[in-house]
């Protein structure tokens, strides 16, 4: 039975559902979507944590429309991290930098506050 599953690649700036019975056929068209050569070396992973889809059986339990990155070997996975909007990930050397280090940090340290606050001042509180 063939599986529609949604291909993208790393940047996840192109998305299109590929139908395909095996997971060499579904890499084979991937690649072509992709527009990466016939000779480069392509691995699948799930794009939201970037666990490799390497075995017939995995692919074959995958349920329809699950969201697959293609890679090539050069490529590593890196998560879909924004702050305000704006993508905190350096795609292209797989490096955070200081200032958006910084960055994340104060916003993860003043959500938490504001949180605990917000749980501190609640009125159904014991």
Known sequence: IP?????????RTAENIITSSNLLDFLDKGRLFL????HEEVYAVLED??????????????????LLMIL??????????SLQGSCIFDSTSNLFTSGQLAAALMEHIKRVTLET?????????K
Not at 73 to 80: F, L, M, T
Request: aromatic fraction near 8%; glycine fraction near 4%.
């Open 117 to 125: 606050q917000e749980e501190d001042s609640s009125p159904c509180k």
């Open 49 to 66: 944590d970037g666990t490799e889809v390497d075995e017939e059986e995995y692919f074959q339990l995958l349920p329809d429309e699950t």
């Open 3 to 11: 599986n529609s599953i949604i291909v993208t690649d790393k940047f």
């Open 72 to 81: 090539s070997s050069q490529q590593i996975w890196s998560p879909n991290i």
């Open 35 to 38: 527009g990466l050569s016939d």
